[in-house]
């Protein structure tokens, strides 16, 4: 997998948007940007994954460079209940050898302030 | 609803004693994964099962064992072997080995 790198710590006012950035300078074609998101002691949850066009969902938005290095996903309204750790990952989608595997970072952690 | 159960959210174990963690799905997903997890770290990979009757070591699998004689269950042994068996422990499941994956809540291991 392609390495990520996320910065450790945000900080976002509650109803503001947050916009979490992710460097992937060394990403393949074949390769997708996964976001997951982990509330402190519970398991990861899946938000959102794109290839090289800007996906949206009821959690959130993801917008992909044109040169597919870097990516950010937005929470367009935060709330309280959205203070997690955020992962970045890519991962290629059909691919032998060990490319089927979600490596999960440290992630960067949010804090949505009140 | 279709879900990932693991049992028990919490667990204490003496020091040398065996351990086997819980794992069962109802999504009808073929590949499963286990994680560890350590305070402030991310995810490592354990074992995953691509499917019934197979499973493959992952990045940390010394000290561990799993079997999957179902569809539906991955049980994690925690051995005596491992040296620092106090963790997270996170199973996974997804459709197939290329899909989004889906966790379980968890289950937080402590050896004394």
């Known amino acids: 997998d392609a390495k990520t790198t996320q910065p450790p710590s945000m900080d976002c006012a509650e109803g503001r948007a947050a916009n979490l950035p992710c460097n992937h300078s060394t990403i393949s074609g074949n390769e997708y940007v996964y976001w997951y998101r982990q509330i402190h002691s519970q398991g990861p949850q899946y938000i959102i994954h794109?290839?090289?066009n800007n996906e949206t969902n009821e959690m959130a938005s993801l917008i992909i460079t044109e040169d597919r290095k870097s990516s950010t996903l937005i929470l367009p309204h935060a709330t309280l209940r959205d203070t997690a750790v955020y992962y970045c990952i890519v991962r290629a989608q059909n691919s032998g050898g060990s490319n089927y595997k979600l490596t999960f970072g440290k992630g960067t952690l949010l804090t949505v302030n009140p | 609803d279709g879900g990932i159960t693991q049992s028990p959210k919490y667990l204490f174990r003496k020091e040398g004693q065996n351990v086997t963690l819980s794992c069962e799905q109802n999504?009808?997903?073929?590949?499963m994964y286990w994680y560890r997890q350590d305070p402030g770290q991310g995810l490592r990979l354990i074992y995953y099962s691509q499917i019934v009757n197979d499973f493959q070591k992952g990045d940390i699998a010394e000290g561990y064992s799993v079997s999957r004689e179902k569809k539906e269950s991955f049980p994690l042994t925690v051995t005596s072997a491992q040296k620092n068996p106090t963790a997270f422990y996170l199973c996974?499941?997804?459709?197939?080995?290329?899909?989004?994956?889906?966790f379980g809540s968890g289950t937080r291991l402590t050896v004394v």
């Open positions: 999504l009808n997903h073929d590949a």
């Open positions: 996974a499941s997804s459709a197939t080995l290329y899909y989004g994956y889906t």
């Open positions: 794109g290839l090289k």
